[in-house]
């Protein structure tokens, strides 16, 4: 079975802390890889990964995808309170087209 | 651009009851995912609509049942509420099978007493 695990499930930092966010992966015709950042409510999109080793950046965000080991790392650098959300991990499989998340991280950053 | 709008916001029901969730999916968007979230935990996929028709469905009982209407606005219906059934509803558009471009809605927070 089709299967996501994030880690940790939570975490606390202080503003200006990097933080690393985890997660593997278990899927069949592996197609890419998503990350999202939900707030309140809506899952926001962060991040498409479909090649390992290729880094995706959007300004202190940033993601990596290892298709050899099944996971992808999310980091954080320099944290603001702003960053304080739930971060989610989806993978899709070219067999059905459908998302299978993980649990999702929560993050909280205090300044 | 409105985005992807649900409606209600927020509702209450007793166990045994039936409801009715609306989602209007971003201008653009012909495919419409549901998902279930239960509090602590990732969203669950229900199942997807495309030109009215359901193509996909996740490990969800008969009891959820959905409809896609001509505008590719669509409704997920729960019959016989269990207090299980309580959860964030969420719907998501996307273009075909490009699900990396979904968009959220903000969600339905179902409560069953």
């Known amino acids: 079975e089709d299967k996501v695990v994030q880690s940790p499930l939570s975490l606390v930092v202080h503003e200006g802390d990097t933080v690393t966010l985890n997660c593997s992966y278990e899927?069949?015709?592996?197609?890419?890889l998503l990350w999202y950042k939900q707030e309140k409510k809506a899952p926001t999109f962060l991040f498409m990964l479909?090649?390992?080793?290729i880094e995706k950046k959007s300004g202190r965000l940033s993601s990596i995808l290892d298709k050899k080991e099944l996971f992808s790392i999310l980091n954080i650098t320099a944290t603001q309170t702003g960053d304080s959300a739930v971060y989610l991990c989806?993978?899709?499989?070219?067999?059905?087209?459908?998302?299978?998340f993980g649990t999702g991280t929560r993050l909280q950053v205090f300044p | 651009d409105a985005g992807v709008t649900q409606s209600p916001t927020h509702l209450i029901k007793t166990r045994g009851q039936q409801v009715t969730l609306r989602c209007s999916p971003k201008?653009?968007?012909?495919?419409v995912s549901w998902y279930q979230q239960a509090l602590g935990q990732g969203p669950q996929f229900i199942f997807q609509?495309?030109?009215?028709?359901?193509?996909q469905r996740g490990n969800f009982p008969d009891r959820f049942s959905g409809h896609q209407f001509p505008n590719y606005s669509s409704e997920l219906n729960v019959n016989a509420l269990l207090l299980g059934d309580s959860a964030l509803y969420l719907c998501?558009?996307?273009?075909?099978?490009?699900?990396?471009?979904?968009?959220f809605g903000p969600g339905t927070r179902l409560l069953v007493l």
């Open positions: 989806a993978v899709e499989s070219y067999n059905t087209d459908k998302l299978i």
């Open positions: 479909t090649s390992s080793g």
């Open positions: 899927v069949t015709n592996f197609r890419s």
């Open positions: 998501a558009s996307s273009s075909g099978t490009e699900l990396w471009t979904q968009y």
């Open positions: 201008s653009g968007h012909d495919t």
């Open positions: 609509y495309y030109e009215e028709e359901e193509r």
